[in-house]
């Protein structure tokens, strides 16, 4: 058997090359319109005998069960040929062109032992001599199939013109099965995303927006379901971005109150002088401008549900007012003489510390113990990594639809995503994700990407809370005891900004933990970094520690 054909010197005339360019040229269309591989391939392989005489192509593939190579596509035969065209890795032309990716000439199959007649039967073929070429179909330099076909040996055009023309159509039908490939890879994540996004809707928050399975997420959850039928006021803490308004919404609509308003007023939003007309409501001619009544927040809630959010914001004059309220159930318009019953439930959420500011005395003690009636903390993103990538997949499904996009996230990006502080909460990820989105190229959002993406985000330090949050925090000695605020001298100005793990800072994150006695939530502080940065490191370099 011939595996590399003779050089032929013979000059092609100009109607085959004539042949030989339609042909290409119709390939070249059929890949830009490829949706359909089998209808292209199907095609590819009519006009290769329609035009140039190579006959009975086939496609043939190994199959995912056994392995063997089996005819995928093929144009003049029949499907019993089609069934019984089966090769081992190796067996006869067709499976050692497979074997070792090399091209095969038989110029005469009746002279060639290891041509096996198996697909074909001789007896069907024209009674003169007939050839048998074969091709490797080749991505990424391994042999994915073999491209076969049959021919007349008496006909005037040289075979090495067709093993020319066969090497090129071998190439394209690969790049045909590439892009097949490639969008059932994408179809499968788009479908494995839906389906787990649709499994998570099925939880008790995610109708009212509350998407989470973390088990900090669901104890606040469990507590909603506990109160929310009852007239109790609610004070909700937590972070800026960690969804309290809908916390206070999900609130409303599972009690007897979600038939009636539901108002929402940010305290801080507002300007003081404002704020208490938006509240109370004023009667006509109260004030300059006051050219005609206007219903306060408070009476436009009546049966329903006040949502007060920022409430540490409001002023010390509205906040022996809002006691009232709650105090008596009635409101009094600025301007008015009588007051008005009201039947209204009020929902606080502040992001400070009401009760440092009580100390303060920036916030009333008893309008404090009034909202404190039930309290309910929504946990910050970065106690939540568990609820990450759920998070993630939402939004960026909604973006898909939203901007009329198919994008998807290679390997790695979720897992620095689930690893980044997230000062800013569900909304900066929010934020990040569109970001991403928009930004990406070629359908995907790389590592590359996402890395340049956290590291302008790490450059934002609001107040520098975060790193307040772990300067304030008593310090764990080796031994496991608690101090004060730790050392001075270990106190970063801000967190370093968010940069992918390196193998050769290894001995650096060695001695600092080592410096520290073993202390790790000091070591990172003198890194610059918080203590969750410093053991992601560590876990990415593979990195023991006591």
Known sequence: MALQPLPDSSTPDLATREQEITLLLEVAKLMGRSGDPDAAIYRILGMMSQLLGLNRG????????????????????????????????????????????????????????????????????????????????????HAIGVLGVHRLRRRSRQFQDDLNVLRVIASMIGQVLRINQLIAERTAELVSENRYLKNALDTQGAKYGILGESPALKHVLKQVHRIADTQATVLITGDS???????????????????????????????????????????????TGASQAKTGKIALADGGTLFLDEIGDMPEALQSKILRVLQERVVQPIGGARDIPVDVRIVAATHQDLQGAVNAGKF?????????????????????????????????????????????????????????????????????????????????????????????????????????????????????????????????????????????????????????????????????????QLRYRLKKLGIETT
């Open 241 to 287: 971005g960690t969804g309290k308004e809908k916390i206070a919404r999900m609130i409303h609509h599972i009690s007897q109150r979600s038939s009636r308003p539901f108002i929402s007023l940010n305290c801080a939003a507002i300007p003081a002088d404002l704020l208490e007309s938006e509240l109370f409501g004023h009667e006509k001619g109260a004030f």
């Open 364 to 532: 009333r003690l008893d309008l404090f113990y009034r909202l404190n009636v039930i309290p309910l903390h929504m946990p910050a993103l970065r106690d939540r990594a568990s609820d990450i990538r759920l998070l993630t997949r939402h939004f960026l499904d909604r973006f898909n639809h939203q901007h009329g996009w198919n994008v998807v996230l290679d390997e790695g990006v979720l897992e620095r995503l689930e690893h980044f502080d997230w000062p800013g909460n569900i909304r900066q990820l929010e934020n990040v994700l569109e970001r991403a989105v928009l930004l990406s190229s070629e359908g995907r959002i790389d590592t590359d990407l996402v890395d340049s993406i956290l590291h302008e985000e790490s450059r934002i330090n609001p107040g520098q809370n975060a790193v307040a949050r772990y300067e304030s925090a008593p310090a764990e000695t080796a031994e496991g005891t608690k101090t004060g605020p730790a050392n001075e001298a270990f106190r970063p100005s801000v967190v370093r900004p968010y940069r992918r793990v390196h193998a050769d800072e290894a001995q650096q994150l060695v001695q600092a933990i080592e410096a520290h006695g073993g202390n790790k939530t000091r070591a990172a502080l003198a890194l610059g970094m918080t203590p969750r």
């Open 58 to 141: 086939r496609v043939l593939m190994p199959d995912p069960d056994t392995g063997k190579l089996r005819i995928r596509h093929a144009y003049g035969l029949t499907d019993a040929e089609r069934e019984r065209g089966s090769y081992s890795l190796g067996e006869g032309v067709t499976g050692r062109v497979m074997k070792t990716g090399q091209i095969a000439l038989i110029q005469d199959i009746d002279n060639e032992p290891e041509y096996l007649a198996r697909a074909i039967d001789r007896a069907t073929l024209p009674q003169e001599t007939v050839a048998y070429i074969a091709v490797p179909i080749v991505q990424d330099e």
